[in-house]
């Protein structure tokens, strides 16, 4: 699913005005008539409704949802926290309604309760936390125990980058117009847009094939697609052999947990390279990965040669012992996906990397390797992780809700899947061993990296079914087998 920036939006908006005589006021009413439709869907019994309305084309379209609901003999109140500009599409609907024998309410005039809230404030013109009316309106809104429809936008969302600069409207569903906004798909706005569905309104197709989208949704049939089928006549020699290295004293479970996730997923050898102390406990929990106790880069020579990709991070530490594995590992160009540790070693120092690896950065490590502070990154995290992936000149994966992958070309990819369960101790160590397997299966970054997140992402919610709280990063095994050899057939 094509995703776009705001910009790109207003584009097609106004080539569909401009290119094809497709006057602002029929768009509006396209976009008010969907709404509506939306919100009887959703809420068939609701009797009583508040539609509350900004100054713009994003109140526009609430004043015509609102003469629709009265016209099915519905009780609207509407509620203006400011006039329309004069000689808009947005005056035009405040007018019509009006004529319809709509009132309109101030923002401070006594409003009953509702039973459906409609959000018509700010759309995509925001780019500032709301204050005064706007926010007392929203804060109102977000106490309606989840009966809030929000039209284009969720009010206070930045539908760029989807920070939430302030206080933001939390919809049950947010009907988008003309195309989907990449901010809504990832970091907070997630958590503020409910279900999306969008209307195109009918403008032509051509006005979007002139321009590239900024990102894409990946979908299961996409992901399907990018997973190797196995030959009857394979052998373990055809899916690549994988070296996890990590655990430095008292962080064993972190390299054992990214080991695994590379056999769960599909690899046909693994080492882990740990301290000698972890090799025992590893041995007896998961007897497959092959595990040996390193204590400097030369012992780790030999178990480098026979691998085909490098899995280093996961509890790798940031002392010597840690540094001189990294640094060989590196050094040795093999094919890798760097994550933890070895991101905080690579924000100190700038070593070459191999020509083919996966960078996965949580925000806080993000930070780090582009020298700035995490909520700067939260701020645009589709700016932040093209910028690591252009400076390091490697894939990157941007963790978190809605997580991003880029290209060091500035492709990206965002992920629909994943919940808040998988907010716990060792997933991003499942996710390094799940993009290393892949890797070593034959694909390249951008595609091991793409499949990867998406496989671990709708493994979190296959183990989410018995509850959120409380999740283990190891719950996510059984359903990431299950997902690697079929992901299109699990509905998650």
Same mark, same amino acid.
């Given at each position: 699913?094509?995703?776009?920036?705001?910009?790109?939006?207003?584009?097609?908006?106004?080539?569909?005005?401009?290119?094809?005589?497709?006057?602002?006021?029929?768009? !509006?009413?396209?976009?008010?008539? #969907?709404?509506?439709?939306?919100?009887?869907?959703?809420?068939?019994?609701?009797?009583?409704?508040?539609?509350?309305?900004?100054?713009?084309?994003?109140?526009?379209?609430?004043?015509v949802?609102?003469?629709?609901?009265?016209?099915?003999?519905?009780?609207?109140?509407?509620?203006?926290?400011?006039?329309?500009? @004069?000689?808009s599409?947005?005056?035009?609907?405040?007018?019509?309604?009006?004529?319809a %024998? %709509?009132?309109?309410?101030?923002?401070?005039?006594?409003?009953?309760?509702?039973?459906?809230?409609?959000?018509?404030? #700010?759309?995509?013109?925001?780019?500032?936390?709301?204050?005064?009316?706007?926010?007392?309106?929203?804060?109102? !809104?977000?106490?309606?125990?989840?009966?809030?429809?929000?039209?284009?936008?969720?009010? *206070?969302?930045?539908?760029?980058?989807?920070?939430? +600069? %302030?206080v933001a409207?939390?919809?049950?569903?947010?009907?988008s #117009?003309?195309?989907?906004?990449r901010?809504?798909?990832?970091?907070?706005?997630?958590?503020?847009c *409910?279900?999306?569905?969008?209307?195109?309104?009918?403008?032509?197709?051509?006005?979007?094939? @002139?321009?590239? +989208?900024? @990102?894409?949704?990946?979908?299961?049939?996409?992901?399907?697609?990018?997973?190797?089928?196995?030959?009857?006549?394979?052998h373990?020699?055809n899916?690549?052999?994988?070296?996890?290295?990590?655990?430095?004293?008292?962080?064993?479970?972190?390299?054992r947990?990214?080991?695994?996730?590379?056999?769960?997923c599909?690899? *046909?050898?693994?080492s882990?390279?740990?301290?000698?102390?972890?090799?025992? $406990?590893?041995?007896?929990?998961?007897?497959?990965?092959?595990?040996r106790?390193?204590?400097?880069?030369?012992?780790?020579?030999a178990?480098?040669?026979?691998?085909?990709?490098?899995?280093?991070g996961?509890?790798?530490?940031?002392?010597?012992?840690?540094?001189?594995?990294?640094?060989?590992?590196?050094?040795?160009g093999k094919? $890798?996906?760097i994550?933890?540790?070895?991101?905080?070693?690579?924000?100190?120092d700038?070593?070459?990397?191999?020509?083919?690896?996966?960078?996965? +950065?949580? +925000? *806080?490590?993000?930070?780090?390797?582009?020298?700035?502070?995490?909520?700067?990154?939260?701020?645009d995290r589709?700016?932040?992780?093209?910028?690591i992936?252009?400076?390091?000149?490697?894939?990157?994966?941007l963790? %978190?809700?809605?997580?991003?992958?880029?290209?060091?070309?500035?492709?990206l990819?965002?992920?629909?899947?994943?919940?808040?369960?998988?907010?716990?101790?060792?997933?991003?160590?499942?996710?390094?061993?799940?993009?290393?397997?892949?890797?070593?299966?034959?694909?390249?970054?951008?595609?091991?990296?793409?499949?990867?997140?998406?496989?671990?992402?709708?493994?979190?919610? #296959?183990?989410?079914?018995a509850?959120?709280?409380?999740?283990?990063?190891?719950?996510?095994?059984?359903?990431?087998?299950r997902?690697?050899?079929?992901?299109?057939?699990h509905?998650?």
């Amino acid at each position: 699913m094509a995703l776009y920036t705001v910009a790109q939006v207003r584009s097609f908006d106004r080539a569909a005005i401009d290119s094809h005589g497709i006057a602002g006021y029929t768009l !509006m009413q396209r976009a008010a008539g #969907f709404a509506w439709q939306r919100l009887r869907e959703r809420w068939p019994q609701a009797r009583r409704i508040a539609v509350i309305c900004g100054s713009g084309n994003n109140g526009g379209d609430g004043y015509v949802l609102a003469r629709l609901a009265r016209e099915a003999r519905l009780e609207v109140e509407v509620v203006a926290l400011a006039e329309p500009r @004069a000689d808009s599409d947005a005056a035009r609907a405040h007018a019509d309604w009006i004529a319809a %024998g %709509g009132a309109v309410l101030t923002a401070e005039a006594p409003v009953a309760a509702a039973e459906v809230y409609v959000d018509a404030i #700010f759309g995509t013109g925001l780019v500032r936390p709301p204050h005064g009316a706007a926010q007392a309106w929203i804060e109102r !809104m977000n106490a309606a125990d989840g009966r809030v429809l929000a039209l284009d936008v969720p009010s *206070g969302v930045d539908a760029d980058s989807g920070h939430v +600069p %302030g206080v933001a409207v939390r919809a049950a569903e947010t009907v988008s #117009f003309v195309a989907h906004k990449r901010g809504l798909f990832s970091g907070a706005a997630t958590d503020r847009c *409910g279900a999306i569905t969008l209307d195109a309104l009918q403008i032509p197709p051509d006005v979007f094939a @002139a321009a590239r +989208p900024d @990102a894409r949704l990946l979908s299961a049939q996409d992901i399907a697609a990018r997973l190797p089928a196995r030959g009857k006549n394979a052998h373990k020699g055809n899916f690549g052999h994988v070296l996890a290295i990590g655990g430095d004293r008292g962080y064993g479970g972190a390299i054992r947990l990214a080991g695994e996730a590379a056999l769960r997923c599909g690899a *046909g050898l693994v080492s882990v390279a740990t301290r000698a102390e972890h090799v025992g $406990a590893m041995n007896a929990a998961r007897p497959e990965l092959m595990a040996r106790g390193v204590e400097g880069p030369q012992e780790l020579e030999a178990m480098l040669e026979r691998a085909s990709v490098v899995a280093i991070g996961p509890g790798l530490g940031q002392r010597a012992w840690g540094h001189a594995l990294w640094y060989a590992a590196l050094a040795s160009g093999k094919p $890798a996906v760097i994550d933890a540790d070895a991101l905080n070693l690579l924000a100190r120092d700038r070593p070459a990397l191999p020509a083919h690896c996966v960078l996965t +950065p949580h +925000p *806080g490590e993000a930070a780090r390797l582009l020298g700035m502070d995490t909520a700067a990154i939260e701020r645009d995290r589709f700016a932040a992780v093209r910028a690591i992936a252009a400076r390091q000149g490697a894939v990157t994966v941007l963790k %978190g809700a809605g997580s991003l992958v880029a290209t060091p070309e500035g492709e990206l990819a965002v992920c629909p899947w994943g919940n808040p369960g998988m907010a716990s101790g060792g997933m991003g160590d499942v996710l390094t061993g799940t993009i290393a397997s892949l890797l070593a299966q034959g694909l390249d970054p951008w595609n091991a990296a793409c499949a990867g997140v998406a496989i671990h992402a709708r493994a979190g919610d #296959f183990a989410a079914r018995a509850g959120q709280a409380g999740m283990l990063a190891g719950d996510l095994f059984a359903p990431l087998q299950r997902l690697r050899n079929d992901f299109a057939a699990h509905d998650a």
